[in-house]
């Protein structure tokens, strides 16, 4: 294990929302400024898994636990050739909000402090929020957009600026969000005696789909998110997969017109984002939540059943229920907080998807099943 001491010095820094509301705490990570809208996340673990996943591109979280940080920051070890510890190559989160950071942390794998990985990636952080108060705001009035800003040691706090400034700030969602995440060619992952290929359509993956499907015995082909059914039917695969990732569904029409071309041709799974992206292309409507489901505990109930499953989740958009009267999908599992849908499955076909993220990283594996139900489908497809 590698120590490492408090590196953290003090430097002001400020969370300012689009209404005016603003938080004063200590910058930790890069001295910086970053825009995004504001989210929160009720998981009380897996912050290296956390800022590593793609969906949250765009977005600037906090973390309701009060305490960041204590286990440090594992090391990029490399797995099947991906990354065994994070679900992607980077930080994806535009920052980073806690209540109370850690600078000594203590853990085997550790390598170096959360403060210490943030300034490597470019990314502020801000500690000593009253991370309660933001939570209820964001519960109460939905997700805003904000900014978060931290100055460099001995730098002054222009808080007027920063009020002015949250006046107009971008939403992020309005822009191509999956094109920043997805890869720009082909990436081929391969397992001793596969038994299947799958070609994965990439809109913000997390790495470990892929080690679950690897880890099945099945060979992966990721391909960009705009990938054309005729492009990806070349590869000859046995199955489709439509991945997690960022942002407005609506925005991906690219991956929507290839699943509305790829359903009834191949067994399709999809995941998150994947499975607002079925429904869209089965002509089935999506709408922006409140202020979404981010967290490790999330129940999901199987209305085939009436068995409910506690998932990882984070997605800040859902399928309508209203739509299922008119499109060959039907509900399948639903939350059992707020009763909005959580699983899908075609009336006819050996095609499905799930809201949440059922390879966990970090959170409950009860529902990896849903794993070997698609190479089941592919099997006797």
Not at 30 to 46: H, W
Not at 226 to 253: H, M, Q, R, V, W
Not at 336 to 346: F, M, R, S, W
């Amino acid at each position: 294990m590698v120590q490492q001491l408090n590196s953290c010095k003090s430097k002001k820094a400020a969370l300012v929302l689009e209404d005016g509301t603003f938080f004063l705490g200590k910058g930790f990570g890069a001295a910086t400024k970053k825009t995004g809208e504001v989210v929160f996340s009720t998981s009380m673990v897996g912050y290296p898994e956390a800022l590593t996943d793609p969906s949250y591109k765009g977005q600037i979280l906090a973390l309701t636990y009060p305490l960041v940080g204590n286990y440090g920051v594992p090391p990029n070890t490399l797995d099947l050739g991906i990354p065994l510890y994070f679900e992607s190559d980077r930080i994806q989160t535009s920052g980073l909000i806690i209540h109370e950071l850690c600078t000594d942390p203590f853990h085997w794998a550790s390598t170096r402090t959360l403060d210490k990985w943030l300034q490597d990636e470019g990314i502020p952080g801000i500690s000593g929020v009253d991370t309660r108060r933001l939570t209820k705001k964001l519960r109460t009035h939905g997700v805003m957009l904000g900014i978060i800003k931290v100055c460099e040691e001995g730098e002054e706090l222009n808080l007027d600026s920063l009020l002015e400034e949250a006046k107009n700030i971008p939403d992020p969602n309005q822009t191509d969000l999956v094109k920043e995440v997805s890869v720009k060619a082909p990436v081929h992952y391969k397992v001793d005696n596969a038994k299947r290929n799958v070609v994965l359509i990439d809109c913000g993956v997390k790495y470990n789909i892929i080690r679950n499907l690897l880890k099945r015995g099945i060979n992966v082909i990721r391909v960009p998110y705009d990938f054309s059914a005729k492009e990806i039917l070349e590869y000859k695969p046995d199955g489709i997969f439509l991945s997690n990732g960022p942002g407005d569904p609506k925005k991906c029409t690219k991956a929507i017109e290839s699943a509305r071309e790829l359903v009834g041709k191949l067994p399709l799974m999809g995941i998150c984002l994947g499975a607002q992206i079925l429904a869209l292309s089965q002509g089935g409507d999506t709408y922006k939540l409140k202020y979404g489901h981010r967290s490790q505990n999330q129940p999901a109930l199987d209305l085939k059943n009436n068995r409910c499953y506690i998932t990882t989740q984070n997605h800040g958009y859902a399928i309508t229920n209203e739509c299922f009267s008119k499109i060959p999908l039907e509900p399948w599992f639903v939350n059992a907080n707020d009763k909005t849908v959580e699983g899908v499955k075609h009336k006819s076909k050996p095609v499905f998807a799930v809201q949440w993220h059922p390879e966990a990283s970090p959170g409950p594996y009860d529902t990896e099943f849903l794993f070997d139900m698609f190479l089941k489908n592919m099997e006797t497809a």
